[in-house]
């Protein structure tokens, strides 16, 4: 078996108390306005998001358009267990987590199963389908509130729930993409025939990451309601998965701490930008394009390149003087 | 007779996202990417029309004439400005800029109109007709009319002229026809051209039927229109027209008789299922991979 105990792993650890304590610190000496405070939650619930959509995406290699589909299935799920049951907290919330990551991941595996025979656009346009039909089967559901919405949802979620719940997230992800079946999907990303060839069961691997990815995101939904108390299905629209999707685009396709910080960025970029209101759907498209204009551009790739191998370069001539 | 009222609804319904989809459709054949801002175009389509109709008063031919001038030139300028230079990128960089214009299209109708929905009296106006106990309204019929010209002209257009058939030849294979003579950036041009003044032409019928028009007017029927590319099968035209009139006779048939708000839910429904059976679509070619 291999030591739990590295340095890598104790460095991660230090880290990840170092940011709750950081959390913590401003929260209490007043750092926070109550408006970056109400940002904390939303912040971690899409930084879950964006992770599991990662895994689809950007390791899959499969195109979803249909992550909040996922997402509110859980949500509704977990919420609906919530009203339903009189618990104690500490025994509700996991419970409810539990369930509607369960409701997800089904969920997840009844989308897979297509996946198996479509691919490209043909399977994007499925797991959009999928998405709309969740939402116009749940505006219809009169037992979860239809359009109206389903209200009296407990508020349990803080921001210490929603970040051990996103690390957790992060860990099993990073772990299962740099496992012997993390390199798994990758092949199937790179080359299916090749990987199919090679002996790697692709549609195992495949329902795999469509399992996983709806799993996370079904608890990331079930956080989010309990954060507003409400649950509409008009937020879990295809906007919604588009806003996902852009966060694992713009991180920088299989990569899991630029859908973080990408995650990050698009939570917060809106409210900076509240003071101006109209403008701010109109900035933020002008963003969106020019960042994609500017990861293609050739010039302003090569200038990219010469910046950081640069710093590769003053990194390694730093080594071999300690080296020395 | 109920029956066949709803069946004319449904032909016209569809025959409106034929058109959309055919700009989809079209623009996949050529390029290998989803213009998700198309449906936007017939937003754009529709506010151009009722400027030009309320405020600058131009009659209604030349209010149509305008909307399909000005989409055309938007969808040219979209094309040179955001997808040009990531001609080569990786196709989702493309689908993200796309969806990046459809958001910039969006709010700056947003800025511009504001968030409330306007008026739009229809450009042309039919009498409606009385077929025995058959009422048909004025609207469906010069939509059936309009599109099935429209369609006839496309489809000569694509097989008998020169620049047509550089349209077939890019979407078959770019860098032979470009070894063959084919001014691939011009045809590329063109394809837009013509998917976004289709678009315009869809927004007018549109708003002849619904009468109004708001920032996203263009987002629902785009993303009907999208699946109806993808049901005929993207990249061929003759599947954008069927999958377009299957999409709206389906939609409306389930609207009268099963239920109005899962009318959608089945429309979608149908996706999947007739995508699990022929995975390219109805008229898709399939495609035989190789190693």
């Known amino acids: 078996m291999k030591k739990l105990l590295t340095k890598k792993n104790l460095a991660a650890l230090l880290l990840i108390i170092a940011i709750y304590a950081l959390l913590f610190a401003c929260d209490h000496l007043g750092v926070f306005n109550r408006q970056s405070k109400a940002l904390l939650v939303p912040i971690g619930i899409n930084i879950m998001l964006a992770v599991s959509l990662s895994l689809l995406v950007g390791f899959l290699g499969e195109l979803s358009l249909g992550h909040a589909g996922f997402m509110s299935v859980g949500a509704y799920a977990g919420c609906m267990f919530t009203i339903h049951m009189d618990l104690p907290m500490a025994v509700e919330l996991p419970l409810a987590m539990l369930l509607g990551g369960v409701v997800a991941a089904v969920f997840g595996f009844l989308i897979g199963i297509p996946a198996l025979r479509l691919k490209g656009d043909y399977l994007a346009i499925v797991t959009l389908a999928f998405g709309e039909i969740i939402r116009s089967v749940l505006n219809n559901l009169g037992l979860v509130g239809g359009s109206g919405g389903l209200n009296g949802i407990p508020k349990y979620s803080n921001y210490t729930i929603v970040y051990v719940m996103m690390v957790i997230t992060i860990i099993v992800i990073a772990n299962l993409v740099h496992s012997r079946h993390g390199r798994a999907i990758c092949s199937i990303r790179d080359n299916v025939i090749a990987s199919e060839a090679m002996g790697i069961p692709v549609v195992y691997y495949k329902l795999m990451a469509f399992v996983a990815a709806a799993f996370f995101a079904g608890i990331a939904g079930v956080l989010y309601g309990h954060n507003l108390g409400i649950l509409k299905p008009s937020t879990f629209d295809f906007n919604k998965s588009i806003e996902i999707l852009v966060m694992v685009v713009m991180g920088g396709m299989g990569s899991l701490p630029g859908a973080v910080i990408a995650a990050i960025i698009i939570t917060v970029l809106p409210e900076a930008l509240r003071g101006l209101s109209d403008y701010r759907m109109l900035i933020y498209a002008v963003v969106l394009i020019a960042m994609m204009l500017l990861n293609n551009n050739a010039r302003f790739n090569s200038f990219k390149q010469r910046l950081f191998s640069k710093r590769a370069a003053r990194q390694g001539a730093q080594l071999t003087k300690e080296g020395e | ?291």
């Not at chain 2, 030849?169 to 045809?187: C, H, I, P, R, Y």
Request: hydrophobic content about 55%; proline content about 3%.
């Open chain 2, 1 to 291: 007779m109920e029956f066949l009222a709803q069946i004319i609804n449904g032909l016209s319904l569809g025959s409106i996202y034929a058109l959309i989809a055919l700009g989809y459709t079209m623009v996949y054949g050529i390029c290998k990417m989803l213009n998700f801002a198309h449906g936007d175009i017939i937003m754009v389509g529709a506010y151009t029309l009722s400027v030009a109709m309320s405020t600058l008063h131009f009659p209604p031919f030349l209010s149509i004439l305008t909307s399909m001038v000005v989409c055309a030139m938007l969808g040219v300028i979209i094309e040179r400005v955001a997808y040009k230079p990531l001609r080569n990128a990786s196709p989702l960089a493309v689908l993200i800029t796309a969806i990046g214009v459809s958001y910039f299209l969006e709010s700056s109708a947003l800025l511009i109109f504001g968030s409330t929905q306007r008026n739009v009296q229809s450009a042309i106006s039919f009498p409606s007709v009385q077929l025995g106990e058959l009422n048909i309204s004025g609207n469906a019929i010069m939509t059936l009319i309009v599109t099935i010209i429209l369609m006839i002209g496309l489809n000569w257009f694509i097989n008998n002229t020169m620049t047509g058939k550089a349209m077939l030849a890019v979407s078959e294979d770019k860098g032979a026809a470009q070894l063959m003579g084919v001014n691939v950036n011009f045809t590329i041009a063109i394809t837009f051209l013509i998917g976004s003044a289709l678009a315009a032409v869809a927004g007018v019928l549109f708003i002849s039927s619904y009468h109004f028009v708001g920032p996203y007017t263009g987002a629902m029927p785009g993303i009907k229109a999208f699946v109806a590319a993808v049901l005929g099968g993207i990249g061929s035209v003759p599947g954008a027209m069927l999958g377009g009139i299957l999409l709206g006779l389906i939609e409306s048939l389930a609207k009268a008789y099963i239920s109005t708000q899962l009318a959608d839910a089945i429309v979608f429904g149908v996706l999947i299922v007739v995508l699990l059976v022929k995975p390219t679509g109805l008229l898709g070619k399939k495609i035989t991979e190789k190693v």
